[in-house]
């Protein structure tokens, strides 16, 4: 491959970016990006350039990591960027107005500018997310979740940080932040060109994907500190979006999409509960093993089945028309 010398700075930068693409990739396409490259920079000016090599770099991570929309992953995460979107959002919402009175009581004795941020500016990010969502302006909902993202990153480090990483404390603090944390990756990471078009199904989606995410947020009952918890009902809420993951072993997407988005909602309150629940890890050791080994089966046998009945259609349709 041939790296076109457009000033010593440029050319080192670009050969960088170029790196992050597999060798398979940049020995088939490399000149060719190379060269396009070379055009849209030749009159452009160092901004032009920077533009250009983040746009390189970008896309060649998602080739390296398998997320572009040609790929399984890419396509999924287009399909389960609405529902994440709406989730999120309506978690969030839920989540605040039913802290409302301690925010109340925090604001009363602490009117900091800090203070004011931490409580307005996740429910603001959420109804602007849920906006953008439903008006489906994709830059708009990835921004939102990204602040979203970076209030709970920031809300987990101080909290692992302030409690000298105690493990109660910083499971507490993660139900509620890293499903925004996971949100925004997967926002981010969704192919741009396979996101839904703005229009009443994907506004639809958006808002049934926010009254779900309230309820899922309200279910979890993430806040109550009694014992003893209804164990069964956290088992549940995160065996039944596993279960239905497996449905992409049958290449089917959209139950696939749904499990993934409950996972990321869910996911993070469900182990800590469960955790808590039942006493610490070396307690949930011995149900553990079997329950890993019975998803293990039930994935198997879905793949399976999957593979025989489509061996099944195609010979069913090869024997109505013939040989060709």
């Known amino acids: 491959m041939t790296t076109p010398v457009i000033g010593a700075g440029p050319s080192a930068v670009l050969r960088a970016a170029l790196q992050l693409y597999p060798e398979p990739y940049r020995r088939e396409r490399g000149e060719e990006l190379a060269e396009v490259f070379a055009d849209t920079t030749a009159a452009g000016g160092r901004l032009a350039v920077a533009r250009e090599v983040l746009g390189l770099a970008v896309y060649g991570l998602r080739v390296r990591l398998g997320l572009t929309g040609a790929t399984a992953a890419g396509r999924l995460l287009a399909v389960v960027a609405p529902m ?3 989730a999120v959002a309506g978690a969030t919402l839920v989540a605040w107005l039913t802290t409302a009175h301690r925010i109340a009581n925090l604001l009363s004795w602490d009117d900091s500018y800090g203070a004011y941020f931490s409580s307005f500016c996740p429910p603001v990010a959420a109804v602007l997310l849920l906006v953008a969502g439903l008006l489906g302006r994709w830059t708009a909902v990835r921004g939102s979740a990204l602040v979203l993202g970076a209030v709970g990153l920031y809300n987990l480090a101080d909290a692992v940080w302030s409690s000298s990483f105690d493990l109660w404390w910083s499971g507490y603090i ?12 997967l926002l981010a990471a969704a192919p741009t060109d396979l996101l839904p078009r703005p ?4 506004a639809g989606l958006v808002l049934a994907s926010g009254a779900v995410g309230g309820l899922l947020e309200a279910a979890q009952s993430w806040d109550d500190t009694t ?12 065996v039944v979006p596993l279960l239905l993951t497996f449905a992409g072993l049958r290449g089917r997407v ?14 993070p309150g469900c182990l800590f509960n469960i955790w808590r629940g039942s ?3 070396s307690q949930l050791l011995p149900a553990v093993g079997p329950s890993v080994a019975a998803l293990v089966l039930v994935a198997v046998a879905v793949h399976r089945f999957g593979r025989s009945e489509a061996a099944g259609a195609s010979g069913a ?4 028309h013939g040989p060709a």
């Open 84 to 86: 994440l979107a709406g």
């Open 174 to 185: 993660a139900m509620a932040t890293l499903p925004l944390v996971l949100a925004a990756l």
């Open 199 to 202: 229009g009443l199904r994907t």
């Open 227 to 238: 014992f003893p918890l209804d164990l069964v009902w956290f088992v549940v809420m995160l």
């Open 254 to 267: 959209a139950p696939t999409a749904a499990g993934v988005a409950a996972l990321v909602l869910a996911g």
């Open 279 to 281: 006493g610490g890890v």
């Open 317 to 320: 349709i090869g024997a109505v």
